[in-house]
């Protein structure tokens, strides 16, 4: 019996016939095979054992994330946002983030957490807050003594915590002469402040009036000398969701087939009219490159070319169906020869094999031919050791 050298292996092929598996190049002959189980295939086609693993702890956790930024490990229990601390193997619980899917990403210095139920929060460090700032309820104006001209005057109020500023309430209209006091609204305990604005008499526009403290009554026998525009009406709070991203100064959250961004760099606020993209089926990944953003559907995935939200054009890529949630960023040092101009990429799991897609929009798909038939409900992909893992669910 002929003797027959299994290596050096070319990798996994389960498209060519059993008679076709041989690749014949300038750098000699290789096998593919038909199926790897538990080992590495290296560059110069040998293999090896898989590393083994072993059992660190006994909780049931999900979403185990290692920010970039500082080394944390979070993580989810029980429905609780936790950090793990891997010296002492125990949980520091943050926040409740319920049932749905938690997405991480480092902005600014901080770390932001969406669930997929959507909740939105911020760590800094030391403690979670909400990113939004709840958009209060209309003042309460009554009459009082005072010295206005008889007209119409409008009201309206935002919450401050900090120095954000959240959306502005609807505006009351009081409509007399002498004066009037506005009573502000109770808020959360996360609130510092409020900020109120007024209209001139029979104005329609609302200028700033002063910033007060929560639960207070102002009178107002005259108008206050009015400052700038309320620029935050119509403004809701961001909201979380699925595949939490940045892109170009606004976060993108997706919730079943739209794809939803804050305001730039205003990462709190959101734009009901004008802050969304629908797109045709449910969004099954997200991922931003230079030239625009990947959005996985179900039968193929599309890019919307675009440097800003208002000029977004959307190209079909002609791609396989993606795994839900198998993508994954790459670093211009970590994509290679996938990097377009030295400028990162990102790459996802098909039908077909692992697909990169490029900072201009195009996509490689790096094991077509030789791979097929990898269909998955969902999928995590990381960077180990310099390969790319993926995980998948049926």
């Known amino acids: 019996m ?15 016939r059993d008679d076709d598996l041989l690749r014949v190049s300038d750098d000699g002959r290789r096998h593919f095979v038909r199926d790897a189980v538990n080992v590495d295939i290296h560059a110069d086609g040998a293999f090896s054992m898989r590393a083994g693993s072993q059992k660190a702890a006994a909780w049931r956790l999900r979403d185990v994330w290692q920010s970039p930024l500082h080394g944390d490990v979070f993580c989810v229990s029980d429905d609780r946002l936790c950090l793990l601390d891997r010296d002492g193997w125990h949980l520091v619980p943050l926040a409740d983030v319920g049932a749905g899917a938690a997405y991480y990403e480092v902005v600014n210095n901080l770390v932001f957490v969406s669930s997929a139920n959507g909740g939105l929060w911020s760590y800094d460090g ?14 309460l104006v009554s009459d009082a003594a005072g010295s206005l001209p008889f007209g119409r005057y409008g009201v309206a109020c935002s919450w401050l915590r900090g120095s954000r500023e959240g959306g502005v309430s609807e505006m009351r209209h009081w409509e007399g002469e002498g004066g009037f ?7 959360d305990a996360s609130v510092t402040g409020v900020r109120l604005y007024l209209t001139k ?17 102002v009178d107002f026998p005259l108008l206050p000398q009015l400052g700038k525009s309320a620029s935050l009406r119509y403004l809701s709070p961001m909201r979380g969701g699925r595949f939490l991203k940045l892109w170009r100064g606004r976060l993108m959250t997706a919730k079943g087939n739209v794809l939803r961004f804050s305001e730039p760099l205003a990462f709190h606020l959101h734009d009901e009219r004008f802050g969304y993209i629908r797109l045709p089926q449910r969004i099954s990944f997200v ?15 599309l890019f919307l070319r675009g440097m800003d939200l208002s000029e977004i054009e959307l190209v079909k890529t002609g791609g396989k169906p993606p795994v839900a ?4 960023p790459m670093k211009s040092d970590e994509a290679g020869r996938l990097s377009s101009g030295g400028l990162p990429a990102c790459i996802w799991l098909a039908d077909n094999g692992y697909v990169a897609g490029t900072a201009d929009g195009g996509i490689i798909e790096l094991q077509a031919g030789v791979l097929r038939g990898l269909a998955a409900a969902n999928g995590r992909t990381v960077v180990y050791g310099r ?7 049926a």
Request: hydrophobic content about 40%; glycine content about 14%; aromatic content about 8%.
């Open 287 to 301: 991922e931003p490159v230079e030239g625009g953003i990947f959005v996985g559907q179900s039968d193929s995935v």
């Open 387 to 393: 390969r790319i893992v993926s995980l998948v669910s």
């Open 181 to 187: 006091s506005v009573t502000f609204p109770y808020a």
């Open 325 to 328: 949630g198998s993508s994954l």
């Open 126 to 139: 030391h403690g979670v807050e909400q990113v939004g700032i709840a958009t209060p309820p209309i003042p």
């Open 2 to 16: 002929a003797e027959f050298d299994l290596t050096p292996i070319a990798g996994m092929n389960n498209v060519a």
């Open 201 to 217: 008499c029979n104005g329609g526009e609302l200028q700033f009036a002063g910033d007060y403290p929560l639960g207070t009554t």
